[in-house]
């Protein structure tokens, strides 16, 4: 089994890039002059995804008009979070109940994906599907970080994630999540922290480790780094 369609979460207002973002959303800030979000795509074109649902709230008319100049070769569905903004739990279920699908892929566009990713997403969508699961998301050790300052978030072991002993581990940005693990929220502003609790406590929210250096846009200090490489 393969997944079919992708989710990206663009509605943020990125704060913590201030001043960059107060005229600019997260998603279009460029590295090497490329978009974070473009990055995004085409390694999601890489990956053989048949469609992309985007999700928007601030700034959105900017990455509305971005999608349509470049024209890109895959199906984009821009979906607008509403009067408020989702966070990334609603966001998620805001996007999904536009589909029907069951598992989807999920990225944040401010880890900067690249081909290198390619592999070890198909390797964990295989380990998704052999094993029948409804959570995996991908996951590196702390060491390999550009950002130093980034604490771990998770303890892995034997392929499941915990939140206790040495949280060595950061999540990166990628997820696969299933559909039904919503099933009992409604469409309200909350953090996709709240799910991944809920499948903690039931010893099923799973990890799959990349080996791959680890760059985020964390702040407007790391940004500059990553200008400067």
Known sequence: MRINTALI?????????????????????EL????????????LIQLGIKKIL???FYLSNQIIEFIKKKNFSIEI????????ILDTGGGILNMIKNSKENDFLILNPDTLW??????????????????????????????????ENLKGDFSFRDNLL??????????????????????????????????WNEILDKNKLFG?????????????ETFKKLQDL
């Open 54 to 56: 985007l999700n928007t």
């Open 114 to 147: 690249n081909k290198e990713y390619v592999h070890e997403i198909d390797k964990m969508q295989n380990f998704y599907f052999s094993n029948e699961i409804k959570s995996i998301l991908l996951i590196a050790n702390k060491s390999l970080s550009f950002d």
């Open 32 to 43: 090497n002059n490329v978009t974070m979000l473009e990055n995004c795509i085409n390694m």
């Open 9 to 29: 979460l663009c509605a943020g207002y990125g704060v913590r890039l201030n001043p960059l973002t107060l005229k600019t959303p997260k998603p279009l800030l």
């Open 77 to 84: 569905q821009i979906i607008n979070d509403g009067k408020t």
């Open 208 to 220: 799959f480790e990349s080996f791959n250096k680890f760059y985020h846009l964390t702040n407007l």
């Open 162 to 195: 915990k939140k206790k002993d040495d949280k060595n581990f950061i999540y990166i940005g990628c997820q696969i999540l299933n559909k039904s693990l919503f099933k009992n929220y409604e469409n309200s502003s909350f953090s996709i922290t709240r799910v």
